[in-house]
């Protein structure tokens, strides 16, 4: 039965209050499927390729063997695979972020007027 404009009985209310109920839920379910969806855990492993595809430069291997070898990015090994956290990968590229030109300047400034003698 659909709610239009009509008058409601007391007998017909049963019925409407299983079918709003059932929206209801079905609604919640649709909710929760999307809540889930849009936060998925922000730490996950990641082997070396879905490293490349997650860095915003798609990176050859050989950089990243490169960058592993430096010490450049975070990293874990498991034997001879090379396994990268997510979070750890988010802080490091979030590290990258280079100064303005005004911040280097006010830097410089702090520097100066602490190490003034």
């Known amino acids: 039965m659909t709610f239009t404009e009509e008058k409601i009985t007391f007998e017909q209310m049963p019925q409407l209050l299983a079918e709003l109920r059932s929206e209801i839920n079905g609604i919640k379910e649709m909710l929760n499927a999307l809540t889930e969806n849009a936060n998925p855990p922000s730490d996950r492993w990641m082997n070396l ?3 490349r595809k997650y860095h915003p ?3 050859a291997r050989s950089t990243v063997y490169e960058w592993v070898n430096l010490k450049k990015v975070p990293v874990h090994k498991d ?3 090379l396994r990268f956290l997510k979070s750890e990968i988010d802080e490091w590229l979030s590290k ?3 100064m303005t030109q005004d911040e280097i300047g006010q830097e410089a400034y702090n520097y100066v007027r602490r190490n003034k003698r």
């Open 96 to 98: 990258g972020r280079r």
């Open 49 to 51: 390729d879905a490293f």
């Open 79 to 81: 034997g001879k695979r």
């Open 57 to 59: 430069d798609k990176p």
